[in-house]
């Protein structure tokens, strides 16, 4: 009789094991797959800080060329340009919002990688 209790123990003990399994709930996969999955986190917020600072970028290669032109104007016959200064304040206006919207955004990236590092 105590060989037939054993034999249920060691049974309900092996369903349980394999019931895990089945559910997918192996503490050695269940390691794997959060390593894997905080690993992708970890290139994924990479990925956004490479994205934020690309965009940066091409923003400040608008505020140099606005810049240079500025600049060149001042050597340059201004009464001959069909531009109004009140149009060239708009569009440095516009350069910058978007240039300070920018930093704004690769300093969130930035942080957000951060945190999912540590």
Known sequence: MAKTVRTAETTSAKSKTTKRKAAGDDPAKGAETKKHAKKRTIISAALL?????????????????????????????????????RELTALMELVNAEMGRRVQTVEEAIRAARKVMH
């Not at 400040?60 to 069909?82: G, I, K, W």
């Open 49 to 85: 800080v490479e994205d934020a600072f690309y965009n940066l970028r091409w923003t400040h290669r608008a505020y140099d060329c606005v810049q240079n032109f500025l600049a060149s104007l001042n050597t340059r016959n201004v009464e001959r340009l069909l531009v109004e200064p």
